[in-house]
């Protein structure tokens, strides 16, 4: 791998140690999920794990820089112009069901600009990784977006409504006019992976509305770096960290922003 900046060396390095209690977590899932408690509790303390690992490693090496995760919050507030941006269990429902489809998601932002990102799935042992003009690799290997022009043949992806969400209606207005145009809809769980899948052609685009800064803050600069499009829309200037994202292979771009504005329910 042709990627050696010291910070996506030291999130490779937190992710590894962070992932073995992780997956020895995810093993115990099986159990808890017979059990009458089922893996609630356990979920929420393997994410507190996970993360206390990963902030401890990267506060090591770097005590000063600043930190945004979703478990603590902001750490280190003052330095805005250097942060790690953390999801430690990124697709937390998967995890807590046994399906092996989650990841550890972290960023690096340098003022303002993230400049490098991994998304690790541990139990598939799939590193996908960016650094700012270096490109984008799964493993060791090179990663682009698909190459395919066409919306109609598109594999598409996206996430949500979550149970919580006021604007059910319009999120499935939106799956509807997509649906009615692409080759399929796929809803995976992790916004992380989703992105990360797109970066490598698995999938050719990808749109989600309510996300945290943390379920996408890698997957942005793995996506751009493999030659993909990524694009916001509806922005609160109220809420910087919620995102409503939409990120393709690029070709499809335009067509698959039409088809999410068009409104099939009122
Ligand atoms: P999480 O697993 O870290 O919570 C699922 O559609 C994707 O949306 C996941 O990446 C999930 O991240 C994210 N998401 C963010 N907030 C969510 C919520 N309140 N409920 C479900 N998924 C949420
Ligand atoms: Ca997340």
């Known amino acids: 791998m042709r990627l050696n900046s010291p910070q996506i060396n030291l999130i490779i390095k937190a992710c590894t140690k962070a992932s073995r209690s992780l997956i020895r977590d995810f093993g115990e899932i099986e159990n808890l999920q017979v059990s009458s408690k089922g893996p609630g509790d356990f979920v929420t303390s393997a994410d507190r794990r996970t993360e206390k690992i990963l902030v401890e490693e990267l506060l090591k090496a770097q005590p000063q820089y600043g930190i945004i995760t979703e478990e603590s919050g902001v750490i280190n507030k003052s330095n805005t112009n250097n942060r790690w941006i953390i999801d430690p269990i990124d697709g937390t429902m998967n995890f807590m069901n046994g399906v092996p489809q989650f990841a550890i998601s972290i960023g690096y932002e ?31 290997t090179r990663i682009r977006v698909s190459n395919k022009k066409k919306i ?72 751009k770096e493999a030659g993909g499009f990524v694009d916001f829309f509806e922005e609160d200037n109220n809420l910087p960290l919620k995102k ?10 335009e067509a698959l922003k039409e088809l999410i504005n068009k409104k099939v329910i009122e």
Request: contains cysteine; positive net charge; hydrophobic residues 40%.
């Open 152 to 223: 109609k043949d598109s594999l598409i992806v996206t996430g949500g409504p979550k149970g919580s969400s006021k604007i059910k209606k319009k999120i499935f207005s939106e799956y509807i006019s997509v649906s009615n145009n692409v080759a399929n809809v796929r809803k995976f769980g992790s916004a992380a992976l989703d992105m990360a899948y797109v970066a490598c052609g698995r999938f050719d685009g990808y749109w989600q509305r309510e996300l945290n800064y943390w379920d996408i803050a890698a997957g942005m600069i793995i996506l």
């Open 110 to 140: 340098e003022d303002n600009q993230i400049k490098c990102g991994v998304i690790f799935n541990p139990i598939l042992n799939e590193l996908f990784c960016a650094e700012k003009g270096n490109g984008a690799y799964l493993n060791n």
């Open 244 to 253: 409503n994202i939409l990120a393709t292979n690029s070709n499809i771009h």
